[in-house]
Protein backbone atom coordinates (compact mmCIF):
# COMPACT_ATOMS: atom_id res chain seq x y z
CA UNK A 1 0.00 0.00 0.00
CA UNK A 2 1.09 3.08 -0.99
CA UNK A 3 -0.64 6.21 0.03
CA UNK A 4 0.31 9.91 1.72
CA UNK A 5 -0.88 9.05 5.12
CA UNK A 6 0.83 8.91 8.72
CA UNK A 7 -1.22 6.29 10.51
CA UNK A 8 -4.38 4.62 9.26
CA UNK A 9 -6.23 5.17 12.32
CA UNK A 10 -5.22 8.97 11.93
CA UNK A 11 -6.50 9.48 8.35
CA UNK A 12 -9.69 11.26 8.88
CA UNK A 13 -8.49 13.32 11.74
CA UNK A 14 -6.04 14.52 9.79
CA UNK A 15 -7.80 15.53 6.57
CA UNK A 16 -10.53 17.40 8.32
CA UNK A 17 -8.02 19.06 10.42
CA UNK A 18 -6.35 20.04 6.82
CA UNK A 19 -9.36 20.79 5.50
CA UNK A 20 -10.44 22.81 8.90
CA UNK A 21 -7.47 24.96 7.62
CA UNK A 22 -7.39 24.88 4.24
CA UNK A 23 -11.14 26.56 3.84
CA UNK A 24 -11.25 28.60 7.22
CA UNK A 25 -13.31 31.18 5.61
CA UNK A 26 -16.27 28.66 4.55
CA UNK A 27 -16.15 26.26 7.17
CA UNK A 28 -15.20 24.82 10.75
CA UNK A 29 -14.96 21.56 12.16
CA UNK A 30 -16.13 20.37 15.67
CA UNK A 31 -16.23 17.25 17.54
CA UNK A 32 -17.22 14.81 17.31
CA UNK A 33 -15.89 15.10 13.30
CA UNK A 34 -18.64 17.26 12.22
CA UNK A 35 -17.98 19.89 9.50
CA UNK A 36 -20.45 23.12 9.41
CA UNK A 37 -20.50 25.78 7.39
CA UNK A 38 -18.93 28.81 9.10
CA UNK A 39 -21.70 31.14 9.70
CA UNK A 40 -24.33 28.32 10.79
CA UNK A 41 -26.76 28.56 12.61
CA UNK A 42 -28.80 31.08 10.76
CA UNK A 43 -32.24 32.08 11.89
CA UNK A 44 -35.15 31.02 10.23
CA UNK A 45 -33.05 29.20 7.30
CA UNK A 46 -33.96 25.40 7.27
CA UNK A 47 -30.33 23.60 7.98
CA UNK A 48 -29.76 20.65 5.42
CA UNK A 49 -26.99 17.87 6.45
CA UNK A 50 -26.15 15.05 4.77
CA UNK A 51 -23.06 12.53 5.53
CA UNK A 52 -21.52 9.15 5.00
CA UNK A 53 -18.62 7.31 4.72
CA UNK A 54 -14.92 9.16 4.33
CA UNK A 55 -13.18 7.98 0.82
CA UNK A 56 -15.60 9.56 -1.00
CA UNK A 57 -14.46 13.37 -0.97
CA UNK A 58 -15.18 16.20 -1.66
CA UNK A 59 -18.79 14.38 -0.80
CA UNK A 60 -19.44 15.49 1.65
CA UNK A 61 -17.47 18.02 3.84
CA UNK A 62 -16.60 19.83 0.69
CA UNK A 63 -19.95 20.63 -0.61
CA UNK A 64 -20.94 23.05 2.87
CA UNK A 65 -21.14 26.70 2.42
CA UNK A 66 -23.37 29.07 1.08
CA UNK A 67 -26.37 27.61 -1.29
CA UNK A 68 -25.41 24.18 -0.66
CA UNK A 69 -25.08 21.93 2.91
CA UNK A 70 -25.11 23.52 6.15
CA UNK A 71 -23.08 20.51 7.65
CA UNK A 72 -21.88 17.43 7.12
CA UNK A 73 -20.97 13.89 8.87
CA UNK A 74 -17.83 12.18 7.87
CA UNK A 75 -17.48 8.44 8.97
CA UNK A 76 -14.61 6.32 9.09
CA UNK A 77 -13.69 5.51 5.55
CA UNK A 78 -16.44 3.70 3.92
CA UNK A 79 -18.12 3.16 7.40
CA UNK A 80 -21.36 5.24 8.49
CA UNK A 81 -21.02 8.03 10.72
CA UNK A 82 -23.10 7.42 14.11
CA UNK A 83 -26.23 9.31 15.50
CA UNK A 84 -23.81 11.31 17.75
CA UNK A 85 -22.37 12.98 14.59
CA UNK A 86 -25.98 13.32 13.04
CA UNK A 87 -27.09 14.93 16.04
CA UNK A 88 -24.59 17.47 16.74
CA UNK A 89 -24.55 17.90 12.99
CA UNK A 90 -28.30 18.80 13.23
CA UNK A 91 -28.03 20.78 16.71
CA UNK A 92 -25.41 22.80 14.93
CA UNK A 93 -27.18 24.14 12.09
CA UNK A 94 -30.82 24.34 13.76
CA UNK A 95 -31.91 28.23 12.92
CA UNK A 96 -35.21 27.45 14.43
CA UNK A 97 -37.17 26.92 10.35
CA UNK A 98 -36.38 22.83 10.46
CA UNK A 99 -33.55 20.78 9.43
CA UNK A 100 -33.83 17.92 6.44
CA UNK A 101 -31.04 15.08 6.52
CA UNK A 102 -30.56 13.93 3.15
CA UNK A 103 -29.60 10.64 3.09
CA UNK A 104 -27.76 8.31 0.85
CA UNK A 105 -29.79 4.42 0.75
CA UNK A 106 -27.10 2.66 2.33
CA UNK A 107 -28.30 0.88 5.43
CA UNK A 108 -26.21 1.98 8.28
CA UNK A 109 -26.62 5.79 7.02
CA UNK A 110 -30.17 5.01 7.13
CA UNK A 111 -30.34 3.23 10.63
CA UNK A 112 -28.05 5.92 11.76
CA UNK A 113 -30.06 9.30 10.34
CA UNK A 114 -33.10 8.07 11.98
CA UNK A 115 -32.22 7.57 15.30
CA UNK A 116 -30.76 10.71 15.31
CA UNK A 117 -33.91 12.41 14.24
CA UNK A 118 -35.83 11.11 16.99
CA UNK A 119 -33.07 12.41 19.19
CA UNK A 120 -33.10 15.83 17.53
CA UNK A 121 -37.16 15.63 18.01
CA UNK A 122 -37.35 15.14 20.91
CA UNK A 123 -35.26 18.34 21.62
CA UNK A 124 -37.79 20.21 19.80
CA UNK A 125 -36.02 20.19 16.31
CA UNK A 126 -38.23 19.60 13.18
CA UNK A 127 -36.35 16.91 10.89
CA UNK A 128 -37.30 15.77 7.87
CA UNK A 129 -35.51 12.98 5.50
CA UNK A 130 -34.86 12.40 1.94
CA UNK A 131 -33.44 9.19 0.80
CA UNK A 132 -31.44 9.32 -2.16
CA UNK A 133 -31.51 5.97 -4.32
CA UNK A 134 -30.29 6.43 -7.42
CA UNK A 135 -28.36 3.64 -8.69
CA UNK A 136 -29.90 1.82 -11.94
CA UNK A 137 -27.37 -0.57 -11.82
CA UNK A 138 -28.44 -2.94 -9.17
CA UNK A 139 -31.78 -3.33 -7.08
CA UNK A 140 -30.31 -4.93 -4.08
CA UNK A 141 -26.61 -4.80 -2.50
CA UNK A 142 -24.18 -5.61 -0.34
CA UNK A 143 -24.99 -2.60 1.50
CA UNK A 144 -28.38 -1.62 0.65
CA UNK A 145 -32.18 -2.72 0.53
CA UNK A 146 -32.74 -1.36 -3.06
CA UNK A 147 -30.56 1.35 -5.28
CA UNK A 148 -27.79 2.37 -4.17
CA UNK A 149 -27.45 6.60 -3.48
CA UNK A 150 -24.87 7.82 -5.91
CA UNK A 151 -24.24 10.69 -8.03
CA UNK A 152 -27.56 12.12 -7.79
CA UNK A 153 -26.77 12.93 -4.11
CA UNK A 154 -24.48 16.05 -5.47
CA UNK A 155 -27.28 17.41 -7.62
CA UNK A 156 -29.99 17.12 -4.51
CA UNK A 157 -28.07 19.13 -2.02
CA UNK A 158 -26.90 22.15 -4.72
CA UNK A 159 -30.58 22.37 -5.91
CA UNK A 160 -31.89 21.61 -1.86
CA UNK A 161 -29.24 23.88 -0.58
CA UNK A 162 -29.87 26.88 -3.02
CA UNK A 163 -33.71 26.62 -2.22
CA UNK A 164 -32.98 26.78 1.62
CA UNK A 165 -30.68 29.64 1.13
CA UNK A 166 -33.66 31.55 -0.72
CA UNK A 167 -35.48 31.01 2.59
CA UNK A 168 -37.83 28.09 1.30
CA UNK A 169 -39.22 26.33 4.08
CA UNK A 170 -39.27 22.70 5.52
CA UNK A 171 -41.75 21.23 3.81
CA UNK A 172 -40.54 22.74 0.37
CA UNK A 173 -37.49 22.10 0.77
CA UNK A 174 -37.98 18.48 1.53
CA UNK A 175 -40.11 18.06 -1.56
CA UNK A 176 -37.92 19.86 -3.69
CA UNK A 177 -35.39 16.97 -2.69
CA UNK A 178 -38.01 14.11 -3.55
CA UNK A 179 -38.40 15.57 -6.99
CA UNK A 180 -35.32 15.29 -7.89
CA UNK A 181 -34.77 11.77 -6.18
CA UNK A 182 -37.49 10.88 -8.57
CA UNK A 183 -36.02 12.61 -11.76
CA UNK A 184 -32.71 11.05 -11.41
CA UNK A 185 -30.46 8.08 -12.48
CA UNK A 186 -27.07 6.98 -12.17
CA UNK A 187 -24.46 4.34 -12.86
CA UNK A 188 -20.64 3.36 -12.86
CA UNK A 189 -17.87 1.09 -13.19
CA UNK A 190 -14.43 0.24 -12.13
CA UNK A 191 -11.61 -0.21 -13.98
CA UNK A 192 -9.46 -0.74 -10.98
CA UNK A 193 -10.35 -1.36 -7.05
CA UNK A 194 -9.13 0.58 -4.37
CA UNK A 195 -7.71 0.19 -1.24
CA UNK A 196 -9.00 0.89 2.13
CA UNK A 197 -6.07 2.53 4.26
CA UNK A 198 -7.07 0.08 7.47
CA UNK A 199 -7.69 -2.68 5.23
CA UNK A 200 -3.86 -2.16 3.16
CA UNK A 201 -4.72 -4.36 0.55
CA UNK A 202 -7.54 -3.82 -2.54
CA UNK A 203 -11.28 -4.33 -1.94
CA UNK A 204 -11.55 -6.34 -4.75
CA UNK A 205 -9.13 -8.11 -7.38
CA UNK A 206 -9.75 -7.52 -10.98
CA UNK A 207 -7.82 -8.45 -13.97
CA UNK A 208 -5.44 -6.01 -15.98
CA UNK A 209 -7.82 -7.06 -19.20
CA UNK A 210 -11.12 -6.46 -17.17
CA UNK A 211 -13.52 -4.02 -16.16
CA UNK A 212 -16.92 -3.82 -13.31
CA UNK A 213 -19.92 -2.33 -15.04
CA UNK A 214 -22.10 -0.94 -12.07
CA UNK A 215 -19.78 -0.59 -9.38
CA UNK A 216 -20.92 0.84 -6.08
CA UNK A 217 -18.89 3.52 -4.52
CA UNK A 218 -17.32 1.23 -1.83
CA UNK A 219 -16.39 -1.41 -4.26
CA UNK A 220 -19.60 -3.36 -3.97
CA UNK A 221 -19.47 -5.71 -7.17
CA UNK A 222 -22.13 -4.55 -10.20
CA UNK A 223 -24.24 -6.40 -13.02
CA UNK A 224 -21.30 -7.79 -14.43
CA UNK A 225 -17.38 -8.14 -15.14
CA UNK A 226 -16.44 -7.53 -18.78
CA UNK A 227 -13.14 -7.75 -20.57
CA UNK A 228 -12.10 -4.03 -21.19
CA UNK A 229 -13.43 -1.93 -24.25
CA UNK A 230 -13.02 0.99 -25.87
CA UNK A 231 -14.48 4.38 -23.49
CA UNK A 232 -17.61 4.54 -26.32
CA UNK A 233 -18.98 1.15 -25.83
CA UNK A 234 -18.39 1.78 -21.70
CA UNK A 235 -20.37 4.86 -22.13
CA UNK A 236 -22.69 3.41 -24.05
CA UNK A 237 -23.09 0.46 -21.47
CA UNK A 238 -23.58 3.24 -18.39
CA UNK A 239 -25.83 5.81 -20.40
CA UNK A 240 -28.57 3.20 -22.18
CA UNK A 241 -29.81 1.59 -18.85
CA UNK A 242 -30.02 5.14 -17.11
CA UNK A 243 -32.03 6.56 -20.18
CA UNK A 244 -34.39 3.85 -20.46
CA UNK A 245 -34.76 3.50 -16.39
CA UNK A 246 -36.67 6.62 -15.99
CA UNK A 247 -37.38 6.59 -19.26
CA UNK A 248 -36.00 10.01 -20.46
CA UNK A 249 -37.51 10.79 -23.37
CA UNK A 250 -37.04 12.94 -26.56
CA UNK A 251 -37.85 16.33 -25.71
CA UNK A 252 -36.51 16.29 -22.22
CA UNK A 253 -33.56 18.31 -20.79
CA UNK A 254 -31.44 17.04 -18.81
CA UNK A 255 -28.51 18.06 -16.47
CA UNK A 256 -25.56 15.40 -17.35
CA UNK A 257 -22.95 14.57 -15.07
CA UNK A 258 -19.75 12.62 -15.60
CA UNK A 259 -17.88 11.42 -12.56
CA UNK A 260 -14.72 10.66 -11.60
CA UNK A 261 -14.04 7.83 -9.03
CA UNK A 262 -11.10 9.39 -7.80
CA UNK A 263 -8.25 7.51 -10.20
CA UNK A 264 -9.84 8.90 -13.60
CA UNK A 265 -8.09 12.10 -15.06
CA UNK A 266 -10.25 14.62 -16.17
CA UNK A 267 -8.82 14.09 -19.57
CA UNK A 268 -10.46 10.52 -20.07
CA UNK A 269 -13.97 11.95 -18.31
CA UNK A 270 -14.05 13.78 -21.39
CA UNK A 271 -14.01 11.34 -23.55
CA UNK A 272 -17.06 9.99 -22.15
CA UNK A 273 -18.43 13.09 -21.69
CA UNK A 274 -18.75 13.44 -25.70
CA UNK A 275 -19.82 9.95 -26.12
CA UNK A 276 -22.51 10.53 -23.57
CA UNK A 277 -23.56 13.49 -25.37
CA UNK A 278 -23.83 11.92 -28.72
CA UNK A 279 -25.91 9.66 -27.29
CA UNK A 280 -27.91 12.30 -25.86
CA UNK A 281 -28.38 13.94 -29.23
CA UNK A 282 -29.05 10.80 -31.06
CA UNK A 283 -32.14 10.23 -28.73
CA UNK A 284 -33.50 13.72 -29.05
CA UNK A 285 -32.29 14.73 -25.22
CA UNK A 286 -30.92 17.89 -24.47
CA UNK A 287 -28.31 18.89 -22.50
CA UNK A 288 -29.04 21.83 -20.58
CA UNK A 289 -26.36 21.86 -17.81
CA UNK A 290 -23.44 19.83 -17.35
CA UNK A 291 -20.96 19.25 -14.65
CA UNK A 292 -17.76 16.83 -15.21
CA UNK A 293 -14.80 16.32 -12.66
CA UNK A 294 -14.65 13.77 -9.16
CA UNK A 295 -17.07 15.04 -7.20
CA UNK A 296 -17.91 11.55 -5.27
CA UNK A 297 -15.23 9.13 -5.40
CA UNK A 298 -13.85 5.99 -4.37
CA UNK A 299 -10.52 6.76 -3.11
CA UNK A 300 -7.97 6.04 -5.83
CA UNK A 301 -10.23 3.85 -7.87
CA UNK A 302 -10.02 4.44 -11.29
CA UNK A 303 -13.37 5.11 -13.26
CA UNK A 304 -16.81 6.74 -13.84
CA UNK A 305 -20.41 7.27 -13.30
CA UNK A 306 -23.33 9.25 -15.34
CA UNK A 307 -26.00 10.50 -13.60
CA UNK A 308 -28.96 12.04 -15.42
CA UNK A 309 -31.28 14.43 -14.26
CA UNK A 310 -34.13 15.68 -15.86
CA UNK A 311 -34.47 19.46 -15.54
CA UNK A 312 -37.81 21.91 -15.36
CA UNK A 313 -37.68 25.72 -15.17
CA UNK A 314 -37.51 25.43 -10.98
CA UNK A 315 -34.58 22.61 -11.28
CA UNK A 316 -32.43 24.68 -13.91
CA UNK A 317 -33.11 28.00 -11.59
CA UNK A 318 -32.13 26.48 -8.39
CA UNK A 319 -29.18 24.79 -10.08
CA UNK A 320 -27.46 27.75 -11.69
CA UNK A 321 -28.11 29.71 -8.09
CA UNK A 322 -24.74 31.43 -6.47
CA UNK A 323 -22.49 28.41 -4.53
CA UNK A 324 -19.69 28.44 -2.51
CA UNK A 325 -18.14 25.68 -0.89
CA UNK A 326 -14.43 23.89 -0.88
CA UNK A 327 -15.46 21.55 -3.91
CA UNK A 328 -18.35 23.49 -6.21
CA UNK A 329 -18.70 27.29 -6.17
CA UNK A 330 -20.03 29.81 -8.85
CA UNK A 331 -21.90 32.77 -9.19
CA UNK A 332 -19.82 34.29 -5.92
Given at each position: MKKLINLPDNVVDEALAGMARAHADLIRVESPNIVVRKDAPR???VGVISGGGSGHEPMH??????GMLDAACPGAVFTSPVPDQMLAATQ?????????????????????????AELARAEGIDVE????????????SLYTAGRRGVGGTVLAEKIVGAAAE????????????????????SMGMALTSCTVPAAGKPTFDIGDDEMEIGIG???????????????????????TPILD???FQSGDRVLAFVNGMGGTPLLELYVVYRKLAEILDGRGVTIARSLVGNYITSLEMAGCSITLLKLDDELTRLWDAPVNTPALRWGV
Open positions: QGKGGFVGRAVDGGAGVLHIVKNYTGDIMNFELAAVVIADDVAVKDEGADLATVKALCEKVQDNVRIHGEPGRERRKLAPADEITEALADLP
